[in-house]
């Protein structure tokens, strides 16, 4: 008997359901008895049943199948699920549920997801640009300044950690200010210096060649030549 009970366990199957669904299925504007009653077509579709009726529905679940026909139209109007119409061999048409729809709200909750963390990790960022700048400088930044700052991320599109390799650059170089750190940016932009490592491997090669150009030999390991960016 036990044996005949195992088997009839696995011959019934599994329900492969996203994680996803279960984590997210409030935020994309479903309660509990929709999420269970979506399951129980998606377990429907999956034993090759197309298009159970409210009645099947019902019978698998504690509420009527007036109260399922009517989740079913809200389902339907919302566009969580869709009705497909497919031929048989035969030509014979048929209507099958489809559930397309439901996993495509939940890929687009995905990216929208995504897109907000991208946002607030861009938001850390100036926020904490803003800061190291103020920090530099000793001092709040002027509304031209900020304007400046906004403008390199804005319209420039510089990324916010080449733009403190910029400000870090210029106070390597003894020359704190915007004009200065405008033309080194100005200057890796027009190379096509897009990342921190970039820039770092731009400005040696120029200090590079300014030692060879004036054939200083530096009187210690520790002095550095700077690029002096607004001679370009």
Same mark, same amino acid.
């Given at each position: 008997?036990?044996?005949?009970?195992?088997?009839?366990?696995?011959? !019934?199957?599994?329900?492969?359901?996203?994680?996803?669904?279960?984590?997210?299925?409030?935020?994309?504007?479903?309660?509990?008895? *929709?999420?269970?009653?979506?399951?129980?077509?998606?377990?429907?579709?999956?034993?090759?049943?197309?298009?159970?009726?409210? !009645?099947?529905?019902?019978?698998?679940?504690?509420?009527?199948?007036?109260?399922?026909?009517?989740?079913?139209?809200?389902?339907?109007?919302?566009?969580?699920?869709?009705? !497909?119409?497919?031929?048989?061999?035969?030509?014979?048409?048929?209507?099958?549920?489809?559930?397309?729809?439901?996993?495509?709200?939940?890929?687009?909750?995905?990216?929208?997801?995504?897109?907000?963390? &991208?946002? *607030?990790?861009?938001?850390?960022?100036?926020?904490?640009?803003?800061?190291?700048? &103020?920090?530099?400088?000793?001092?709040?930044?002027?509304?031209?300044?900020?304007?400046?700052?906004?403008?390199?991320?804005?319209?420039?599109?510089?990324?916010?950690?080449?733009?403190?390799?910029?400000?870090?650059?210029?106070?390597?170089?003894?020359?704190?200010?915007?004009?200065?750190?405008?033309?080194?940016?100005?200057?890796?932009?027009?190379?096509?210096?897009?990342?921190?490592?970039?820039?770092?491997?731009?400005?040696?090669?120029?200090?590079?060649?300014?030692?060879?150009?004036?054939?200083?030999?530096?009187?210690?390991?520790?002095?550095?030549?700077?690029?002096?960016?607004?001679?370009?």
């Amino acid at each position: 008997m036990d044996k005949e009970l195992m088997m009839t366990w696995i011959e !019934e199957g599994n329900l492969q359901i996203p994680q996803l669904l279960f984590s997210k299925y409030k935020k994309i504007g479903l309660n509990e008895t *929709e999420l269970v009653l979506l399951l129980q077509v998606h377990s429907f579709l999956e034993k090759g049943k197309d298009f159970p009726t409210p !009645e099947e529905l019902a019978n698998r679940m504690t509420i009527p199948d007036s109260i399922c026909a009517s989740i079913l139209g809200r389902l339907l109007q919302n566009k969580f699920i869709s009705i !497909e119409e497919r031929y048989a061999e035969n030509n014979i048409r048929y209507e099958k549920y489809s559930l397309k729809p439901l996993w495509e709200k939940l890929v687009e909750e995905l990216i929208y997801d995504k897109k907000q963390d &991208e946002l *607030e990790q861009n938001l850390m960022q100036e926020t904490n640009l803003y800061s190291t700048f &103020e920090m530099e400088f000793g001092r709040p930044l002027s509304p031209l300044e900020c304007e400046t700052l906004a403008m390199w991320l804005d319209q420039d599109q510089h990324n916010p950690e080449v733009i403190k390799a910029a400000l870090k650059e210029s106070v390597l170089s003894g020359k704190l200010n915007f004009r200065y750190i405008d033309r080194i940016l100005f200057e890796w932009k027009k190379n096509g210096v897009k990342t921190v490592e970039q820039a770092n491997k731009h400005s040696q090669k120029f200090r590079g060649q300014q030692r060879k150009s004036t054939n200083v030999t530096p009187k210690s390991s520790n002095t550095v030549p700077f690029y002096n960016w607004l001679e370009q």
